[in-house]
């Protein structure tokens, strides 16, 4: 079951869904809460090869104030400016908006499960592409993405993956996977 804006006022209130730092009750949509672009972006460096098991990327990163110019095909990582927490029995779903995607920006590539917030409030990595024919400005702050919230059948019994703790802004990818 996914929650309407009703329920995640609710679960707000209670503590049962924190977002950090303070958040804005404007941003609460009918089936989720809008997320904003933090200010660093990791841009990967060109010319690379890496293995999926073990290998290394290298990445230039960006803090940017006044803006990003995100060029047609070009491919970067983000992060959201706020950080949530949800009970064992809430998993999260992130998504782009259908706004922003009109403009061929493509915020979250795939990955869209987020099961890993309930011991700790952490933020969640977007993978930027921009597929249209246009430069597209990146301002931190911008309004990119969707967050919505599913009731899961059980609480969720596994412990948390490390391999991301304590996740508050943009992180390269660990492929040195944490076996479980």
Same mark, same amino acid.
């Given at each position: 079951?996914?929650?309407?804006?009703a329920t995640? +006022?609710k679960?707000l209130? $209670?503590?049962q869904?924190?977002? /950090?730092?303070?958040?804005d009750?404007?941003d609460?949509?009918?089936?989720?809460?809008?997320?904003h672009?933090? $200010? +660093?972006?990791? @841009?990967?460096?060109?010319?690379?090869?890496?293995? /999926? $098991?073990?290998?290394?990327?290298?990445? *230039?990163? #960006? &803090?940017?104030?006044?803006? !990003?110019?995100?060029?047609?095909?070009? %491919? #970067?990582?983000g =992060?959201?400016? &706020?950080?949530?927490? #949800?009970?064992?029995? #809430?998993v999260?779903?992130?998504?782009g908006?259908?706004?922003?995607a009109?403009?061929?920006?493509?915020?979250?590539?795939?990955?869209?499960? @987020? *099961?890993g917030? !309930?011991?700790?409030?952490?933020?969640?990595?977007?993978?930027? +592409?921009?597929?249209?024919p246009?430069?597209?400005? /990146?301002?931190?702050? *911008?309004?990119?993405?969707?967050l919505t %919230? =599913?009731?899961?059948?059980?609480?969720? &019994?596994?412990?948390?993956q490390?391999? !991301?703790?304590?996740?508050?802004?943009v992180?390269?990818?660990?492929?040195k996977?944490? +076996?479980?």
């Open positions: 079951m996914m929650f309407s804006d995640i +006022k679960l209130a $209670s503590g869904i924190s977002v /950090l730092p303070s958040f009750m404007k609460i949509r009918p089936a989720g809460i809008r997320l672009l933090g $200010s +660093k972006l990791l @841009i990967p460096k060109k010319d690379q090869t890496t293995e /999926l $098991s073990g290998g290394e990327v290298s990445y *230039d990163e #960006v &803090e940017f104030s006044r803006g !990003y110019t995100l060029r047609p095909d070009e %491919f #970067v990582l =992060t959201t400016y &706020e950080r949530f927490q #949800v009970p064992r029995s #809430v999260c779903h992130i998504d908006r259908s706004t922003v009109r403009l061929g920006l493509s915020i979250h590539c795939t990955s869209a499960v @987020i *099961d917030n !309930y011991d700790e409030p952490r933020s969640v990595v977007l993978e930027i +592409k921009n597929i249209g246009m430069n597209i400005i /990146l301002k931190p702050s *911008d309004a990119v993405a969707m %919230f =599913t009731q899961l059948s059980e609480p969720i &019994e596994q412990a948390s490390v391999q !991301y703790r304590g996740q508050a802004d992180v390269a990818p660990n492929l996977l944490q +076996k479980q």
